[in-house]
Each structure stands twice: as structure tokens, then as C-alpha cells.
């Protein structure tokens, strides 16, 4: 099953009179990267909580933001001088003011803005309280980012198909068109000839040999195959139950290699053209696997 990388999720629980509520947002991105942002007074469960999300998520880039409100109120945060800070800071002041003569006077205001100074103590909460609904919130909210994962990568399974099933229709026309390759050089080559020695007699073994030659060089049966077996892979990944989007990727990538192969093969306009249509449609699958999982 395909899972889109950029999604939303939202969950929201009530323990007693304090309410929990979580967001998730998420972008591509090559690997996993889970960022938890929330209160002071939950940074603890910091590593529980990428754990959680980590057991959902295999790439992305993961943004968790996390909001605690009790009575209906944002949490507290009690402030607290840093007093030794504070008793340093006016010896230091008084030190320059005797070296210098420089003016000793410093208003509260500054004095406040000094880092440190002021220190932000969150409430402390009941860890086991606090755990389990934190735990039941998450959940909730990763349940609604999945939904929406799979709702997205439905949408781009529908259009991989699509995709899929217009370069099977061009790879088909190619395998019909190749032989006449061959039978257009023959026919081209004996006009040739005809045209520079009206007179001198055509040696159909050596026009034979080089039909032979021109028709080895330009056989496409290889290529043609190999991007068949890989869009055949491709299918088949799109049904797993798994990461898939780095696999998509470089298949994506071998199938593009022997479209470049079959390109510069190509003897007639209308396979050239075909080639180019692939390749329209592979970017058009890259743009689109980026965003799978």
C-alpha cells in the first residue's frame, strides 16, 4: 500500500481536568526526522514520544506539536531570580564602575534581560498520570496523519497506474515498430545504390550481411524487455506493506537507462518520438515517488 509523506493529523483527550491536544504535520524527505515540539513540562517524554511516532513512520520529516491545557487554561510557568547569577553580575558591574569610572547605575529592566537571570520553571505533572493519556492523544492524532497518508497515497497510486499502463502502450508500439527498422535500412540502401551505379549489379549477399549488421546494432529486444521486467517490479511494490518509496525511485532510474539506450538506437522518428513520451511521463513518476514512503 502506498502511504503519501505529507500529511496532517490532529488529536485531542481529556484526563481529569487536563486536555492534551497534538498535532502532526509532515513533509518528504529522504529519512526520518521526528521533531517534537511542546511544553517545558513535557520534555521528558520527549524520546517516548519520537518512539511512538517512529513505530508509524518510516521517512519523512515529522513535526509533533503538543499542547497541554489545564481548567481550560495554558499550563502555568512559575519564574525564579537566579540570585547567585544576580549577586554576580552587580559585583561585576561595581568592579568595572571602580576600574573605569564608569557609572555603576543599571535599571531593573536590564538587569532582567540578562540571560539567565530569570529562570522558567513549568509546572511539574504527574508522570504516571500524565503518561498514559499523552500516550492515548499521540495515537489518536497518528491515526488521523494515517488516514490522510493513505487517502493521499491513494490518489498517487491511481495516477502511478495511469503512468504505468501509457509506457507499457509506447514500449508495445516500439517492439511493433523496430523490425521495420530493419526493412526501411534495406530498402533505403538499395536506393542508394541504385542511385550512385546505375549499372553495376547489386551483390545481395553483402546487402544481406550489412541489413544483418544494421539490424544488430539497432535491436531494441533487450531494452524493451529489461523496461517491461521493471514496471512489472514496480507493480508489484506498490502492493507491499512496506517503505517503498527509495525502491520506486531507482527503478524508476533503470527504467529511464535503457529508455536512453533505446533513444539513441532508434533509426525512425516515430520510435524517437515514443522514447520522448516515456520520458515524459518517468520525470512525471519521479515528481510523484518523492512523496511515497
Not at 544481406?208 to 524493451?224: G, H, K, L, N, P
Not at 517503505?243 to 525511485?249: E, H, K, P, S, T
Request: charged letters at 35%; one cysteine or more; a negative charge.
Amino acid at each position: 500500500m502506498i502511504r503519501s509523506m505529507t500529511a496532517y493529523g490532529r488529536g485531542e483527550h481529556t484526563s481529569k481536568d487536563t486536555s492534551f491536544t497534538v498535532e502532526i504535520k509532515s513533509v518528504n524527505n529522504r529519512y526520518r526526522d521526528i521533531i517534537v515540539r511542546s511544553p517545558k513540562s513535557l520534555q521528558g517524554f520527549e524520546e517516548e514520544i519520537r518512539s511512538q511516532v517512529a513505530s508509524r513512520t518510516k521517512r519523512g520529516r515529522i513535526e509533533v506539536f503538543i499542547q497541554l491545557e489545564k481548567g481550560g487554561e495554558e499550563v502555568e510557568y512559575d519564574l525564579e531570580l537566579n540570585m547567585p547569577l544576580v549577586k554576580t553580575y552587580l559585583r561585576i558591574f561595581k568592579q568595572l564602575g571602580e576600574t573605569f569610572g564608569l557609572d555603576e547605575n543599571i535599571s531593573l529592566e536590564s538587569l532582567c534581560q540578562m540571560r539567565d537571570v530569570i529562570m522558567v520553571k513549568p509546572e511539574e505533572v504527574d508522570v504516571e498520570e500524565v503518561r498514559p493519556a499523552l500516550r492515548a492523544v499521540l495515537e489518536l492524532a497518528l491515526d488521523s496523519y494515517d488516514a490522510m497518508r493513505i487517502q493521499e497515497g491513494q490518489a498517487i497510486e491511481e495516477d502511478f497506474h495511469k503512468r504505468l499502463q501509457l509506457i507499457e502502450a509506447y514500449l508495445n508500439d516500439i517492439k511493433e515498430r523496430a523490425p521495420l527498422a530493419s526493412n526501411g535500412y534495406e530498402q533505403r540502401l538499395k536506393d542508394k545504390i541504385k542511385r550512385m551505379s546505375a549499372d553495376i549489379e547489386i551483390d545481395e549477399t553483402r546487402l544481406i550481411q550489412e541489413v544483418a549488421i544494421f539490424s544488430e546494432r539497432c535491436d531494441m529486444t533487450e531494452e524493451v524487455v529489461r523496461a517491461t521486467s521493471h514496471l512489472k517490479q514496480f507493480r508489484h511494490y506498490m502492493d507491499m506493506e512496506d517503505a517503498i518509496g527509495r525502491r520506486l525511485d531507482f527503478l524508476l532510474q533503470e527504467i529511464n537507462r535503457e529508455v536512453n539506450t533505446l533513444s539513441s538506437k532508434a533509426q525512425e522518428s516515430s520510435i524517437s518520438a515514443k522514447a520522448v513520451e516515456i520520458k515524459a511521463e518517468l520525470e512525471k513518476l519521479r515528481e510523484q515517488a518523492q512523496n511515497v514512503e
